[in-house]
C-alpha cells in the first residue's frame, strides 16, 4: 500500500507534495517557503554578472564525457 502525501500547487504552475496528511495552512506556508528559498537563487541569477557564470558543452546526460570548458566563471 502506498503513502498518503498531500500536494499543492498554483494551477498553471509546479507545486510541491510532503508524505503524510497536511493541513491547508501547513502546504501553504511550505509552498511560500520554498518560493522564497528559489526566488533568492532566481534574483542571484538575474543579478550576476555575465563573467561570473561556469560555462561548459560535453556529451553524455548522466555521465558527462568530452568536457570542453566555454568559460571558467568567477569563483567566490
Not at 500547487?9 to 518560493?35: D, K, Q, V
Not at 537563487?41 to 560535453?58: C, G, N, P, Q, S
Not at 555521465?63 to 567566490?76: A, C, D, S
Amino acid at each position: 500500500m502506498s503513502e498518503r502525501m498531500t500536494s499543492i500547487c498554483l494551477p498553471g504552475f509546479s507545486g510541491l507534495a510532503e508524505y503524510g496528511r497536511h493541513s491547508t495552512a501547513e502546504m501553504i506556508e511550505e509552498i511560500r517557503c520554498y518560493a522564497k528559498r528559489e526566488k533568492e537563487k532566481m534574483d542571484a541569477i538575474l543579478v550576476a554578472k555575465d563573467e561570473d557564470f561556469h560555462v561548459r558543452t560535453y556529451i553524455g546526460v548522466h555521465v558527462h564525457q568530452n568536457i570542453e570548458v566555454l568559460q571558467e566563471g568567477k569563483t567566490k
